[in-house]
């Protein structure tokens, strides 16, 4: 079950890591900025601390005693077991998978069944909160170019990156989209985003995308929040989705990552 890991102990939880099998996850939560891991502990329940290292953090995302993702996913038998062992991130992603419906099998990588629940969950973001006639490729191509580019280069599927898009046009709109469980209109996120891409980005630049994954990186959070609201709001806090929308968040940190790295490699 889960290990207590006080602030000073951040050199116990790398064996804890490798020997319960969520090294995966354990480095993305560490390497997102810590607004991204607190919004993940409102989520998810868990009890984080700002300011504590962003290992303790990430270990309590992960294996807090009945919040954290291990914990939440273990079968009923299990959670009333003291002799139960700790999911590893294979069992977690595919029984997230399994309590969505979502066929997979034995050979899939645990990236791959990720993906799968970010499609799926994507689309279900896109049904309920993309109005039919929202262009969200139009809006897009007239905020940035580098932005633009930098979503397209991610390889998301359409449903994918119409989530991101609207995610993020549905964050900067404010209080207005809090407030609403419906779809809302986009353009009033449209025009505050583009003024914040203004300023961080001026036209006058080359265009790059490694600069727009950076700023699509600090959105992020952004993202997070419009999706945690999207949960509590129209799921009512069912535990899976829950755990599904940290997965969702999880993965997309990471594909942000892996992509920027590949531009900056070749620097473009």
Not at 114 to 131: K, M, N, S, Y
Not at 230 to 257: C, F, K, P, S
Request: charged share 25%; aromatic share 6%.
């Amino acid at each position: 079950m889960a290990a207590m890991i006080r602030r000073s102990d951040r050199r116990a939880i790398a064996p804890l890591v490798a020997a319960q099998g969520v090294e995966r996850p354990f480095h993305i939560l560490v390497r997102m900025p810590e607004a991204s891991r607190l919004a993940l502990g409102r989520l998810l329940g868990c009890t984080l601390v700002a300011g504590d290292p962003a290992e303790v953090q990430a270990w309590r995302l992960i294996n807090e005693n009945l919040r954290g993702l291990q914990a939440r996913t273990h079968w009923l038998h299990e959670q009333l077991s003291p002799f139960a062992r700790n999911n590893n991130w294979w069992e977690i992603v595919t029984r997230t998978a399994r309590r969505l419906g979502l066929p997979f099998y034995s050979g899939m990588k645990d990236e791959e069944v990720e993906r799968l629940l970010f499609d799926h969950l994507a689309a279900e973001f896109v049904h309920q909160h993309v109005r039919p006639g929202d262009d969200h490729d139009r809006f897009l191509a007239e905020l940035h170019p580098n932005l633009g580019r930098a979503i397209a280069s991610l390889g998301l599927s359409h449903d994918g990156t119409l989530m991101l898009v609207a995610a993020l046009l549905r964050a900067a709109a404010g209080a207005a989209a809090d407030a609403a469980d419906a779809a809302v209109d986009p353009r009033e996120g449209h025009n505050r985003l583009g003024d914040w891409l203004r300023r961080a980005m001026p036209w006058t630049w080359t265009t790059s995308i490694c600069l727009g994954l950076r700023l699509l990186q600090q959105r992020l959070g952004d993202v997070l929040e419009a999706l945690a609201v999207r949960t509590g709001r129209t799921l009512r806090g069912d535990n899976y989705a829950r755990v599904g929308t940290a997965l969702v968040v999880i993965h997309l940190h990471d594909v942000v990552e892996r992509t920027l790295e590949q531009f900056d490699v070749v620097g473009t």
